[in-house]
């Protein structure tokens, strides 16, 4: 890729924009550009420098993706609504050609990594509460206030940052990346160095605590939850290369598979609502480590089927009317609305898998279902929008020590029961 209309070579300590940035390491690389950690010697900060590939198509939707950041950063001018801010754009020319270049406030870890550094065993509660209430402000403005639809939510999109200023205190921000990352990590890492360290330091107290965990699918003896105490989890929404009006969506397919709302699968249209479906398999993958739906094609039946039979078999039958009414309706679905080539469903509802599973306790599992499932709505205008999602109770509740000790328990018992298999396909 580092050719003619490709991705720019950059080696540390380049200059960008007449001097003003320069290049620090790399933070990661996406299908478009390559993002660096750069050295603002006008502000003395640190900023993320996107850099796109050349060719035509990916100047385009970098010049629709600055558009977008724009109207993002000036409707926000007080930096409140956890979306990622552009600071600057230029052009950068080198041997590949002429690379749109973004600058982007410099952000942590994605959710993503989170969740792995997490061991896939899914966060504490109040933890994803934390985070589910920052992407619903970010959503809520875009929607709202700008208009937009981001299409392509999920937790490798949407980034860690900390409240500490990192120019006072590097270390504790958790956003020093000279301090804290190897050389030839390419994909970041600084705040779970620093959670890391707090981790090793208090592994005494953290064993404590953990022994009490409440997820814990394979049996007490399997690895414990990570403490992530004391820990500020605040985040943005990042990527807004796939972000449309919602007046003129520009694609047909949107979302990563896993996050793709049925709307989208069944070519019915889309609006807000089908980020808000993003959402919601964001949140429980959050609160489980795993992907609510990961649907996989066969000789039988495509990847497409076995997605909607997944939401199915979780959330009900899909009313007649959605089933049918899509562009793609008739590949997929008879003319009663039951799926053509997978026949027999199992259902198993979203509170059940939480405590049956996820080893949640009965309240957890229904105050948590009770705001996921009306999300996770087949029809897209009965869904709450983020505005709504804002006012729940489970966003607003904090579970108190005494009842979580008490759940912890029951978790416990619950454990001792054994795991069942989730969603076993059987084809026609
Ligand atoms: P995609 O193929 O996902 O569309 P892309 O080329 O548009 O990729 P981004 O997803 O915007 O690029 O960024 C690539 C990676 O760079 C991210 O996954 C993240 O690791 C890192 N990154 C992006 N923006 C920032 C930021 N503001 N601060 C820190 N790291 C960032
Ligand atoms: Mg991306
Ligand atoms: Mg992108």
Redesign the pocket.
């Known amino acids: 890729s580092y050719r003619k209309g490709g991705y720019h070579a950059v080696r540390i300590g380049d200059p960008f924009n007449r001097g003003r940035y320069i290049a620090q390491r790399k ?7 390559t ?1 660096w950690l750069a050295y603002d010697t006008q502000s003395s900060n640190y900023v ?1 420098l ?1 850099i796109q590939k050349s060719a035509t198509q990916f100047a385009q939707a970098a010049l629709h993706e600055i558009e977008v950041l724009s109207v993002i950063v000036n409707g926000d001018p007080s930096n409140t609504k956890c979306v ?1 801010r552009l600071i600057d754009h230029f052009k950068h020319s080198g041997p590949n050609g002429q690379h749109q270049c973004m600058v ?4 942590g870890d ?1 959710l993503l990594r989170l969740i792995k550094h997490n061991r896939y065993k899914g966060l504490h509660l109040n933890k994803v509460r934390e985070i589910c209430k920052c992407i619903l402000i970010g959503l809520d403005y875009l929607h709202r206030e700008l208009g937009l639809i981001h299409t392509d939510l999920k937790p ?2 949407i ?1 860690l940052f900390s409240t500490i200023d990192p120019a006072k205190d590097p270390v504790k921000s958790g956003l020093s990346p000279i301090l804290e990352r190897p050389e030839g990590n390419l ?2 890492g600084s705040t779970m160095n620093i959670i890391e360290k707090k981790l090793k330091s208090r592994a005494k107290r953290a064993v404590a605590k953990i022994s009490g965990g409440r997820t814990s699918m394979g049996g007490p003896t399997q690895k414990p939850e990570r403490n992530l105490d004391g820990v500020d989890l605040r985040c943005k929404v ?2 807004f ?1 796939n972000a449309c009006w919602n007046a003129k969506p520009f694609a047909e397919e949107i979302q990563t598979r896993q996050y793709r709302a049925p709307e989208v699968i069944l070519r019915s249209g889309y609006s807000y609502s089908t980020d808000m479906w993003s959402f919601a398999c964001t949140a429980f993958e959050l609160a489980t480590g795993d992907m609510l739906f990961a649907p996989k094609g066969s000789q039988s039946f495509c990847e497409d089927e076995d997605h909607l039979a997944l939401m199915m078999e979780l959330l009900g039958k899909m009313p007649r009317k959605i089933a049918t009414g899509g562009a793609r309706s008739k590949d997929l679905f008879d003319r009663h609305g039951d799926l053509k080539r997978i026949r027999r469903l199992k259902y198993w509802p979203l509170n059940r898998l939480l405590i049956d599973r996820y080893k949640f306790s009965d309240d957890e599992a229904r105050e948590f279902s009770d705001f996921l499932c009306p999300l996770l709505e087949f029809a897209p205008e009965k869904r709450p929008t983020a505005q709504q999602c804002l006012q729940h109770p489970w966003i607003n509740h904090t579970v108190s020590t005494n009842v979580s000790m008490k759940n912890k328990g029951v978790a416990m018992e619950k454990l001792e029961k054994g795991v069942s298999s989730l969603h076993m396909r059987v084809g026609k």
């Open positions: 933070l990661g690389w996406g299908q478009f550009s993002v993320a996107k990622v982007l406030e410099f952000l994605s490798e999109n980034l994909n970041g990042v990527d290369g």
